[in-house]
């Protein structure tokens, strides 16, 4: 019906995102402008996919319909997550590998309700899918690969995380969120030859995998779309068109040029050529009321699993459904691979997590969590609430187990547990230069080579500084490696240094300062025209009450305010001399009367173009005002302090009505000496009578009087 649409530019689809009750929905490709640049480095990929399209279509005439060999394709589902709901379960890809089948084996059970200008022409496509069961180093699977990174919210090229063999497996990317709003892409592949293999696959969003879950019924043939461009197939509009603009063609002789449809409420009767029905009911139109391929589009498709192209014919040979497993009779049973996750990282003293097992690869029949430090220390609830007393790093490990086999998760230092006290009562400045830095907590999720750390002499005037290393030199990185692709995979990671506990429930006018150096590898802080911003680094600052538990986003630093040294010129940056430094930052801060261990967070987020970022100099400033009289009669002396480990601890104070309970624990939290003087009304020296000499460390020593108490830090040289 057509002539050979000859100026294909876009080998690429993109499906935006909409509300399912919308009656109307308007798309467009969004990713047009990267596959320019694609274009533009390498013209002949352009030329590849019309000679595909034409030896298609000769093919097509050469074998007529007697191509019926059922075609078999080994799949792999990467879910990319950050442990929500797009994490999504086996059941759901098991729902979307159904849909695939009978899409592509014309067994859809809508079929029915396609128009009899095209019910001739549809096509049983002759192809299958089958979830691998064997990895590419020959170890169990069951296809579905769970990821925990950052780059669920970028979807894009470098979000293919541990791409399986292109010519052994068909890669599915399930992601979050893409760039632009769009809901998935996948390239033809004339598109991902010799070095663009690592771009071969589909991104797709989670709630356009499935019917159930995250999916639905509407979004559940976007997976049938994108197969569509992985072998070859154009939008039936043309590529260098959106739908509903003008009318186009693909290439491909028994779809009609059409206008492309965004909805199914359209009358698709004749609208480009007289007498001709547009086909909106097609698997690669946006109407969302598809049904159906057509016979020259199985040909198409076919053409592209019977030739070498991207090793898309590896992809069906026997041999290989060997290799991936997809030749098994009886279902396989891998043992399950241990993962969890919890409610919070960083709590009080006191406070419950909630921990979730979120293991994978296979069903798990039994299991056993030990949580160090926690109440229960064992448990082997799917998801138990374990309660955390002392202060410190705590390890968590799981053990999981079903028919198969048994395999175990040790996480080190996973969960952070803050004293009940304050390290710091009123107004304090941490100028870094002490044993106290470790004080800090340092907030490193991905547990990547990025995060904050002490260092020396880069802080404001050669002092010590925290140090967000950022920048890795990656020169001698082998191709297509991780490191290879170090800065690629580095926009959205966050990495953030936490502030010791500070009692601010008696301080006004409280104001948060602290300097900061930064530069920077992009070179556009603000969007104009085609040059998009790549200076897309933020500075997140947090307050919580609660030790992290629950945190309060105060104030952002991007952009060009982000600056202090500007362009780093693909080099390690580190502050030459104090100009460099921002030292102005304040951020006003109202406390209240339960401001009793508040910290603050900075939280640094990367683009793909970030360097190091420098902190010093931490101050909460303020005026401290009256402490309760209870405690402030007392008059309390601890002495000597600090002390050596040869020395005692003594403590003088004026007694009132009440005993006095005194507690001293290390930094772990854990009770060294406890006892209760029971003198009232009188002047009161006591040595603390220590069972075992005190190591060099710091310690805290809690007096309660009555209702009230206060905290001394005690440090032993």
Wanted: aromatic fraction near 12%; charged fraction near 20%.
């Amino acid at each position: 019906m057509n002539k050979l649409f000859t100026n294909l530019l876009l080998p690429i689809s993109a499906l935006f995102i909409f509300n399912a009750t919308a009656q109307e929905v308007n798309y467009k490709c969004g990713l047009t402008h990267e596959l320019e640049k694609l274009y533009k480095e390498d013209p002949s990929l352009e030329k590849d996919q019309q000679e595909f399209l034409l030896n298609a279509k000769k093919r097509n005439f050469q074998k007529g319909e007697k191509s019926t060999t059922v075609y078999t394709i080994p799949v792999v589902f990467h879910i990319i997550h950050e442990y929500g709901s797009e994490n999504i379960s086996d059941a759901q890809v098991m729902t979307q590998m159904d849909i695939l089948n009978a899409d592509y084996r014309l067994l859809n059970s809508d079929k029915n309700l396609i128009v009899s200008a095209f019910d001739t022409v549809a096509a049983d496509i002759f192809l299958e899918f089958k979830l691998a069961t064997k990895d590419p180093y020959g170890n169990c699977t069951n296809g579905i690969d769970h990821i925990y990174s950052h780059e669920t919210n970028k979807g894009d090229d470098f979000s293919k995380l541990n791409q399986w063999h292109r010519s052994q497996y068909l890669n599915v990317w399930v992601v979050r969120s893409m760039r632009q709003g769009v809901a998935g892409y996948a390239f033809y592949p004339s598109a991902t030859t010799g070095a663009g293999f690592f771009r071969d696959g589909i991104n797709i969003i989670n709630s356009h995998i499935g019917n159930i879950g995250t999916g639905s019924d509407y979004n559940s043939r976007s997976l049938t779309h994108e197969i569509g461009h992985y072998l070859g197939l154009p939008h039936p509009w043309g590529n260098t068109n959106d739908p509903g603009v003008q009318c186009g063609d693909d290439g491909i002789d028994d779809t009609p040029t059409t206008m492309g449809f965004s909805s199914c409420n359209m009358n698709n009767t004749a609208v480009c050529t007289p007498g001709i029905e547009e086909n909106i009911q097609n698997y690669m139109e946006y109407s969302f009321c598809s049904y159906m391929f057509t016979r020259d589009q199985r040909g198409a498709m076919r053409t592209s699993l019977e030739t070498p192209i991207a090793g898309r014919n590896n992809l069906v040979a026997a041999a290989n459904h060997t290799a991936t497993g997809i030749d098994v009779t009886s279902p396989v049973v891998c043992t399950p691979q241990p993962d969890f996750y919890a409610s919070d990282r960083f709590v009080c003293a006191g406070s419950s997590v909630q921990f979730f097992d979120a293991s994978w690869r296979a069903s798990v029949t039994s299991r056993t969590w030990t949580f160090e430090g926690g109440t229960p220390a064992t448990s082997t609830s799917a998801n138990p609430s374990v309660t955390y007393d002392t202060q410190g790093y705590k390890k968590v490990t799981l053990t999981v187990t079903n028919a198969t086999g048994t395999e175990e998760l040790v996480q080190d230092q996973y969960i952070y547990v803050s004293e009940n006290w304050a390290d710091y009562v009123g107004p304090k400045t941490l100028d870094l230069e002490d044993d106290k830095n470790n004080w800090f907590a340092i907030e490193n999720l991905e547990d990547n080579f990025a995060s904050f750390q002490t260092s020396e002499g880069t802080g404001y005037g050669k002092s010590k500084s925290f140090k967000l290393n950022n920048y890795k030199d990656v020169s001698n990185a082998l191709p297509y490696t991780d490191d290879f692709y170090y800065y690629s995979r580095m926009g959205g990671r966050v990495d953030a240094l936490i502030t010791p506990s500070f009692d601010l429930s008696h301080t006004t006018q409280v104001k948060l300062k602290f300097k900061y150096a930064y530069a920077t590898n992009g070179t556009i802080v603000t969007s104009s025209g085609p040059d998009e911003a790549d200076v897309t680094e933020v500075v997140n600052i947090y307050v919580s009450k609660n030790c992290g538990d629950i945190w309060s986003l105060r104030k952002t630093i991007s952009g060009g305010e982000l600056l202090t040294a500007g362009f780093a010129g693909g080099s390690e940056f580190t502050p030459a001399n104090d100009s460099q430094w921002e030292t102005g930052f304040t951020l006003s801060y109202s406390p209240t009367s339960t401001d009793t261990k508040t910290r603050f967070k900075i939280e640094f987020v990367a683009s793909d173009y970030s360097n190091n970022f420098y902190v010093d100099d931490i101050q909460v400033e303020g005026v401290l005002g009256i402490i309760p009289n209870e405690i402030n009669d007392l008059e309390l002396s601890v002495y000597p302090n600090p002390l050596n480990s040869s020395e005692q601890i003594n403590i003088s104070y004026k007694a009132n009505n009440n005993p006095v309970e005194l507690t001293l624990r290390n930094t772990q939290g854990q009770v060294v000496y406890t006892n209760t003087i029971t003198t009232t009304n009188a002047q009161v020296n006591e040595t603390l009578e220590l069972e075992t000499k005190l190591s060099s460390s710091c310690y805290f020593l809690e007096v309660k009087n009555g209702e009230y108490k206060t905290i001394k830090k005690v440090v032993v040289l």
